[in-house]
């Protein structure tokens, strides 16, 4: 039985108050967003019904919506939910080797629970951060540039302390493509002023 909390209820009207009352289920997205956070990570038929209950739509059109979307899980997942890039910019740097070493290190293939529940595996398309493949994204992070080596590196530390904020060598990296994207918008200006 799902039902969304008085504090999900609260949000829920929040989100509806930003459309016309006739085009309610444009919060279909958001809606789906709370249910599935508040059903521990993915949304049970029950937690569908409750959606479409609230936007008066057939619950199979909320159904066609959730699995179409990979941000959506219509199965349990693990604490831990790792999707694993695998279109071809994150495949041409080592995506395969990144997915290989997962599913090595957990035990586990695709779209299955690891047997204490803490991680689940999945690949998915473009996670739109392709300038630091190959990338991988945890629960709501994006980690990037990794190998196989970081990777597991990567898992151990979520099974041990929680999941890092943000890995340092994203951090580094992100801060190097700035400080390279301002030298070429200074060498540019440069030229023109020169002509
Ligand atoms: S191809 Fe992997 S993030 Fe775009």
Redesign the pocket.
């Known amino acids: 039985m799902f039902a969304f909390s008085p504090e999900n209820q609260v949000r829920v009207a929040e989100h509806l108050k930003k459309y016309p009352s006739d085009r309610s289920q444009s919060a279909l997205l958001p809606l789906l967003d709370l249910a599935q956070r508040q059903n521990g990570g993915w949304l049970s038929y029950e937690a569908l019904e409750a959606v479409a209950n609230v936007l008066h739509i057939p619950v199979l059109k909320v159904h066609e919506v959730a699995s179409f979307y990979s941000m959506y899980h219509l199965e349990p997942v693990g604490t831990y939910h790792i999707q694993v ?7 041409l740097r080592g ?1 395969e080797s990144v997915r290989d070493a997962c599913k090595k290190h957990l035990g586990v293939g695709m779209k299955e629970v690891t047997g204490d529940g803490l991680f689940s595996l999945e690949e998915v ?6 300038v630091n ?3 991988v994204q945890i629960n709501d992070t994006y980690f990037e540039n990794l190998d196989e080596k970081s990777v597991v590196a990567l898992l151990k530390t979520c099974a041990k302390e929680g999941l890092p904020a943000l890995s340092q060598k994203s951090s580094e990296q992100e801060e190097k493509s700035i400080k390279k994207a301002s030298v070429k918008k200074t060498s540019t200006k440069k030229v023109k002023t020169d002509a």
């Open positions: 890039c695998g279109t071809t910019p994150c495949w995506a398309e473009c996670l739109g951060a392709c493949a190959p990338v």
